[in-house]
């Protein structure tokens, strides 16, 4: 049994930060790379953010470079993304998940089988 779950949305002024974390719970997830995605009302679900395990390499959509920051602690079973000057287009349900395949190119989430609930992230301009 595995489970992802997601903490720190909230509601918060454009220009403002917010800190999420995700923990995993049932196993560890040694060796995997893990993200960030979101998704917006009436959007498809969006790439965020990924990290290694050993939070060497990382990488960023466009929209949040500069802005957000996604960094792990593999001792607490711990993902976080620091997410400061959020925009109001920054507003969505943010998800973590664990990468398990590589079919896909472009950090598609098809090839992350497992996901958290979720944690709503509403920026207000």
């Known amino acids: 049994q595995v489970q992802l779950v997601e903490s720190g949305g909230g509601l918060v002024q454009a220009g403002g930060s917010l800190r999420l974390s995700c923990v995993a719970f049932?196993?560890?997830?040694?060796?995997?790379?893990m993200g960030w995605f979101r998704q917006a009302p009436g959007k498809e679900r969006e790439f965020v953010a990924r990290?290694?395990?050993?939070?060497?390499?990382?990488d960023y959509a466009d929209s949040v470079k500069g802005r957000f920051t996604i960094s792990r602690d593999n001792a607490k079973n711990t993902m976080y993304l620091q997410m400061n000057n959020l925009k109001a287009e920054d507003t969505a349900v943010y998800s973590c998940?664990?990468?398990?395949?590589?079919?896909?190119?472009?950090?598609?989430?098809?090839?992350?089988?497992?996901w958290g609930q979720g944690t709503q992230v509403t920026v207000s301009s």
């Open positions: 998940a664990v990468k398990t395949s590589a079919y896909y190119t472009r950090n598609d989430p098809r090839d992350y089988a497992f």
């Open positions: 990290i290694s395990w050993s939070g060497s390499s990382t």
């Open positions: 049932g196993r560890t997830f040694s060796g995997y790379v």
